[in-house]
Structure formats: structure tokens, C-alpha cells
Nanobody, 114 residues
Framework: QVQLVESGGGLVQPGGSLRVSCAAS????????MGWYRQAPGKEREIVAY??????GYADSVKGRFTISREYVKNTVYLQMNSLKPEDTAVYYC?????????WGQGTQVTVSS
């Protein structure tokens, strides 16, 4: 069974930085694509960034501020978030897409506030 566990969320001041992590376990293939999504209160879940298939991508709202990376040996994906804004406040979810199937973590709360 594939499991994704997020960590690293918390409270940070505007302009600050935070790194969230997602540890994957189970039978994911080496060709999987992993991404970060977020959902703010009253809004739909949206993609933030992805990595896989030899490329990375970012939502326009975070481009230049967020960086996605992964450590293949540890089966862990990271999202480094810099210059955080209050509108970045959301539950951040890790996602893995592998061989036609999609898997989700339980999410980690990121709150940007003074």
C-alpha cells in the first residue's frame, strides 16, 4: 500500500520561509510524478508544484518563491517556500501519480500571519 506522510507545516510570519516534506512508502515506481497541492478555506484545491518526468512546474502564484525537489533514495519530496504571503495560508497536500493512479497524503497546515 502506498502511503504519503507530510510534515514541516506551522506558523510563519509574512516574508518568512518554511520547508514542508513528504515521505513516500510502498510500491511506487521510479517513474512516478510527485506534486504539492494546497487548499485554502472556501477555495478549491489547486496545484502548487510538481516534479517528475524530467521536468518541474509551478503555479504562477508561487513561481520564483517556491522550489520543489526530491531525494530519490529517501523517497522524499520537498517544497521550499520563501517570501511567504498571507495568501499562501492553506493545507498543503502531497500527491503521487504513478502508473495511472493518484495517491494523497493527509496534509499539513501552513499559516502565514503576524
Amino acid at each position: 500500500q502506498v502511503q504519503l506522510v507530510e510534515s514541516g507545516g506551522g506558523l510563519v510570519q509574512p516574508g518568512g520561509s518554511l520547508r514542508v516534506s513528504c515521505a513516500a512508502s510502498g510500491s511506487l515506481s521510479s517513474a512516478n510524478v510527485m506534486g504539492w497541492y494546497r487548499q485554502a478555506p472556501g477555495k478549491e484545491r489547486e496545484i502548487v508544484a510538481y516534479i517528475g518526468g524530467g521536468s518541474t512546474g509551478y503555479a504562477d502564484s508561487v513561481k520564483g518563491r517556491f522550489t520543489i525537489s526530491r531525494e530519490y533514495v529517501k523517497n522524499t519530496v520537498y517544497l521550499q517556500m520563501n517570501s511567504l504571503k498571507p495568501e499562501d495560508t492553506a493545507v498543503y497536500y502531497c500527491n503521487a501519480f504513478d502508473r495511472g493512479l493518484s495517491y494523497w497524503g493527509q496534509g499539513t497546515q501552513v499559516t502565514v500571519s503576524s
